[in-house]
C-alpha cells in the first residue's frame, strides 16, 4: 500500500529579534530572517571592502568546541587593514556561535565572498539541510512564498515581479533545504539578486557539514 504523503502548509518568518531564527526548527517554516541594523562599524567596513573594486574571498572548514569561543583567525586577511575589521570578525564569529549552538553543530562550512554578478541568476533550491545567508553590503537575495511558481518549472518559469521578494543588508537568513529531515520538495526558492554591471555585494554564508 502507498502512503499518501501529508500535506505541510509553508511558511516564513520574519522578527527584528536575533529569537526568530529558532523559528527555522519549527516543521513548516523553510525560511527564518533576522532582520536587523549592522552595527555601524561593521557597515563602514563592508562599504570600504566594495569600494576597492577587488575580489576578496575566505573560504574555510570550522570546527567548533562547544567550550570555546569561535575563533576565526585571519578572516579575509587581505582586508585586515580596514577600519571596522576587528568589528566585523567579531560580528561574523557572533553568527557562527549562534548557527552551530542552534543546531548542535560541530562543524561548518564558511564562505565569504565579494561578489560581482549573479552567482546563481536563476530561482533553486539548496541541496543541504540548512544554510545561513548574511549580505554585508549590496543587494540582498531574492525568494519566493510558496505556490508563486511550479516547482517543477523553475529553470523554465518566472514569477511575476511583485511576488520576488528580498532580503536587506544585514538580514540574517536561515534557509531550509532539500536535505533538512521532513523538508523534502519544500526547499526554499531563491537566487542571487540580479546586480547592475560594477555593483558588487558582499556575502557570507554558513552550513552545516557535521
Known amino acids: 500500500m502507498i ?4 500535506v505541510v502548509d509553508i511558511c516564513q518568518v520574519h522578527g527584528p529579534s536575533p529569537q526568530v531564527m529558532t523559528d527555522i526548527l519549527r516543521d513548516g517554516v523553510n525560511l527564518a530572517v ?8 561593521v557597515e563602514d567596513f563592508a562599504t570600504l571592502v566594495l569600494s576597492l573594486g577587488q575580489s576578496f574571498a575566505d573560504e574555510r572548514v570550522v570546527d567548533v568546541d ?3 569561543p569561535v575563533q576565526l583567525p585571519q578572516l579575509l586577511r587581505e582586508a585586515a587593514d580596514l577600519h571596522g575589521y576587528e568589528g566585523f570578525v567579531a560580528d561574523v564569529a557572533w553568527l557562527v556561535d549562534a548557527y552551530t549552538c542552534l543546531l548542535g553543530a560541530r562543524r561548518i562550512g564558511l564562505r565569504l565572498r565579494v561578489l560581482e554578478g549573479a ?10 539541510p540548512l544554510r545561513l ?3 554585508y553590503g549590496g543587494l540582498g537575495s531574492e525568494w519566493l512564498g510558496e505556490g508563486v511558481i511550479d516547482r517543477q518549472r ?11 521578494q528580498h ?16 523538508n523534502e520538495g519544500y526547499g526554499l526558492i531563491h ?9 558588487r555585494r558582499l556575502l557570507l554564508s554558513l552550513d552545516w557539514l557535521a
Open 133 to 135: 545567508l548574511s549580505t
Open 66 to 68: 562547544e567550550r570555546q
Open 34 to 41: 533576522w532582520q536587523r541594523q549592522l552595527p555601524p562599524q
Open 154 to 164: 523553475l529553470q523554465y518559469d518566472q514569477p511575476p515581479v511583485d511576488k520576488v
Open 119 to 128: 552567482m546563481c541568476p536563476r530561482f533553486h533550491v539548496d541541496h543541504v
Open 191 to 199: 537566487r542571487s539578486p540580479l546586480t547592475p554591471v560594477g555593483k
Open 3 to 6: 502512503l499518501a504523503r501529508q
Open 167 to 182: 532580503l536587506a543588508v544585514g538580514d540574517v537568513a536561515l534557509l531550509k533545504g532539500e536535505k533538512w529531515q521532513g
